[in-house]
């Protein structure tokens, strides 16, 4: 697969003004809903000290939290399996399906299906999957992959989401108000969960100590797949135990006021056992987790809990939208975690960064994404993978740099369009700096050479050579 | 495991006796200060060198401008490219290496040279190098620990901008996200020193501007959608002169004013602070 342009994505979804300033303005009222919440608790930041030292002991000790979590749920009646990869996970999930000869699926919210492709393996083999959720189902309508890993379809517009909804369920497709739209979706969503024979979630929480599934949810769907059916089966990657129920009240506490900065969802559920007379199946996913745990910069990233505080308060997902990422995960947790499934796809992800560092301050487990933001462009160098133009630029850049009089020469000449400052800058996208801004302009002479100058005596200092 | 490292985000800035343990306290500071220059000053800025220059003369500091100085390796080091910021980054030891004290009017390369200063291999004069280095405004605040500007005065509305190494790199400001944190901002306990200086708040004070080094051309147009609103903010708030610790922040900036045909102009902390009146 090619290599993910982020930059030409991000710059045509800012074409149309509207997308980006109704995203910017939404993302932005999540990010000062956050700063309010978590001024409301004073022991804000020992949560997260404490989110990210209970993080770090269990993926510490992941095994033995493993084996805990699958007895105690096998003792509670539920049946577990393990998936090295994501297709060991599709196939499990269509074996439980087509052995009991379901052809449709109700789904609420899974990133970690989306991250296996699950839906698409599925119907591939002739079961119907339906999203319950209201982003994911507006996006499944509009064949996207979600945008925003809490708020699927954030992207859009309310005339967006009216349009979706009038092609795929004949709505008025000029009324986008939320209540209106809220009743079409439910209108639509209900008979599908009364009709499928399995519904299926992914997990916020496994507890190991009570085998445990958690979920933290809005809509409420969650609870109505899970229980509607008879059959019920959770994807749950590995990284998502943690060892007791007392260890839930710190993440709880710190996810929904993260996320979205109110203090709590909805529904907060935890699914112990199947209902009566059903199957319950949770599968433990690995797909990359355990190797990612051996990376020594980058294991932090799988403390995450998916919040997507980073992305509320990136500057640049604001303005670039989701989708730009080309990815299942995005924004700042995305360009750190996306590069572990495919190092060449996701190549220029550490690029799309400011390295403002505004993602580590807000994420409640304290993963330092910025710092590992860092770290991937250096591998990228390392495993050959800075783009040519731009490393031809930094060899001739790094040639004049290190060298005294080059450099002298270099800035002598400072004409914008001829001097290696910027161009150190300006290599690929030839005139970038001026697409939309002015060029600075050099000065009349270089500090430099204003100093020999002006402070002649320690211009015998120089450098001969 | 490893232990995870602390980000450098969440660290608090460090403490004045620290700092201040490192050098004799003003007026008697008896090592001899290097000034670094860095290379979009030297070039597009040289009167923000000046300015820096004599403003550390008029407070009696002995300022040595080592002449061999070029880049402290940040453009390529910060574009992954770590292997073609080896030798610059040496250069930079090899200049700077014989002072106990290295001042440059820029976050960004304090940041860099004190916290990311690794392309080149590790060595005792390297690690010195990184110890030593000071932005202007921690120079000035916590060490010179100046609380007088009697040669300045500056009439105008001023929107601070405080560049993200400055913030969340090396702790100039306190942090927005981190909101138990006492609220604080060293350059702005500078500029209230010079008479006249109004201040103006504005929207989403310590967001990214877009600069972000090779990100300003690589994601050109997020960066200057960045830099529209950032200045929007601060054009909004009345402010006629945008004024900033960072002179790399402040070209992206008027690059986008200039475009905007916006009356907002710019000016670096050290140019004020050495008297200038517009």
Not at chain 1, 74 to 98: C, F, M, P, T
Not at chain 1, 346 to 358: D, I, R
Request: glycine letters at 6%.
């Amino acid at each position: 697969m090619s290599v993910v342009d982020q930059a030409k994505a991000a710059e045509e979804f800012m074409e149309d003004q509207t997308h980006e300033q109704h995203l910017d303005k939404l993302l932005w009222m999540l990010r000062v809903r956050r700063d309010e919440a978590a001024r409301r608790v004073p022991e804000w930041e020992q949560l997260r000290d404490l989110a990210s030292e209970i993080k770090e002991h269990t993926l510490s000790n992941l095994a033995h939290y493993l084996e805990m979590f699958e007895s105690r749920a096998k003792a509670n009646g539920v049946i577990v399996h393990w998936a090295q990869d994501a297709h060991e996970h599709n196939e499990i999930v269509y074996k439980i399906l087509s052995d009991r000869g379901v052809d449709m699926l109700a789904k609420s919210k899974s990133m970690l299906t989306e991250e296996c492709e699950t839906t698409r393996f599925l119907e591939n083999r002739g079961i119907r999957v339906a999203e319950t959720d209201l982003g994911e189902r507006i996006q499944q309508l509009d064949d996207q992959p979600p945008s925003h890993i809490v708020g699927p379809s954030w992207h859009k517009t309310p005339q967006d989401v009216a349009a979706v909804f009038a092609r795929a369920y004949g709505s008025d497709k000029e009324n986008a108000d939320p209540a209106y739209l809220a009743g079409v979706m439910r209108a639509n969503t209900r008979p599908i969960i009364v009709e499928a024979k399995a519904g299926m979630t992914g997990a916020n929480f496994a507890v190991a100590e009570t085998g445990a599934i958690v979920t933290v949810t809005n809509e409420g769907n969650a609870d109505l797949v899970a229980n509607v059916p008879k059959l019920r089966i959770c994807s749950v990657g590995l990284e998502k135990i943690v060892p007791k129920t007392e260890h839930l009240a710190v993440f709880i506490r710190l996810l929904t006021r993260s996320a979205t900065g109110y203090s709590i969802t909805q529904y907060t559920s935890h699914f112990r056992a199947p209902r009566q007379g059903g199957e319950m199946h949770v599968i433990l996913v690995d797909n990359g987790r355990s190797s990612r745990l051996g990376m020594e910069k980058f294991w932090p990233s799988l403390k995450c809990i998916r919040c997507a505080a980073c992305m509320n308060t990136c500057p640049v997902y604001r303005r670039s939208g989701g989708l730009s990422y080309g990815s299942t995960y995005m924004g700042p947790i995305g360009i750190i975690l996306m590069p572990t499934f495919d190092a060449r796809r996701y190549s220029e992800l550490p690029f799309s960064s400011t390295l403002n560092g505004s993602c580590t301050n807000v994420c409640p487990v304290k993963i330092n994404i910025h710092e590992q933001i860092y770290a991937w462009r250096e591998v990228m160098e390392e495993k050959g993978q800075i783009q040519l133009a731009k490393k031809v630029a930094m060899i001739a850049a790094g040639e004049v740099l290190s060298n005294p009089k080059l450099y002298r020469i270099a800035a002598a000449s400072a004409d914008p369009s001829l001097s290696i400052l910027p161009r150190f800058a300006i290599y690929n996208r030839l005139n970038a700096w001026g697409k939309h801004r002015e060029i600075p302009q050099p000065g009349k002479e270089t500090f430099h050479d204003w100093y020999r100058k002006n402070r002649s005596q320690a211009g015998s200092k120089e450098s001969q050579q | 495991m490893n232990q995870e490292t602390t980000p450098s985000a969440d660290r608090q800035a460090p403490s004045v006796r620290d700092l201040k343990a490192r050098l004799p306290q003003h007026p008697s500071v008896k090592s001899t200060v290097a000034l670094m220059i860095p290379c979009y000053i030297d070039v597009f800025y040289p009167e923000v060198g000046v300015a820096t220059l004599e403003l550390l003369e008029k407070l009696r500091v002995d300022v040595v401008y080592p002449f061999d100085q070029t880049c402290c390796g940040q453009p390529m080091a910060n574009s992954g490219c770590y292997q073609e910021a080896h030798a610059t980054e040496e250069l930079f030891v090899k200049n700077f290496a014989d002072f106990d004290c290295i001042v440059t009017p820029s976050g960004s390369c304090t940041h860099h040279v004190r916290d990311k200063f690794t392309a080149a291999p590790d060595s005792a004069a390297r690690r010195k190098v990184s110890a030593s280095v000071y932005d202007l405004v921690e120079f000035l605040h916590d060490i010179l620990q100046v609380t007088e500007f009697p040669w300045a005065r500056f009439e105008h509305k001023v929107a601070l901008h405080n560049s993200c190494s400055a913030i969340r790199g090396i702790g100039l400001a306190s942090m927005s996200e981190r909101v138990h944190d006492p609220v604080f901002s060293k350059p702005k306990n500078l500029l209230e020193r010079v008479p006249g200086v109004q201040f103006c708040d504005f929207e989403r004070p310590d967001e990214c501007c877009g600069f972000g080094g090779s990100f300003s051309v690589t994601e050109e147009a997020v960066a200057a959608k960045m830099g529209y609103d950032k200045v929007e903010f601060m054009h909004n708030s009345g402010a006629e002169y945008i004024v900033s610790s960072d002179m790399s922040c402040l070209m992206h900036m008027q690059g986008c004013t200039k475009r905007l045909g916006m009356d907002l102009k710019v000016l670096h902390i050290a140019q004020i602070l050495n008297g200038a009146s517009q």
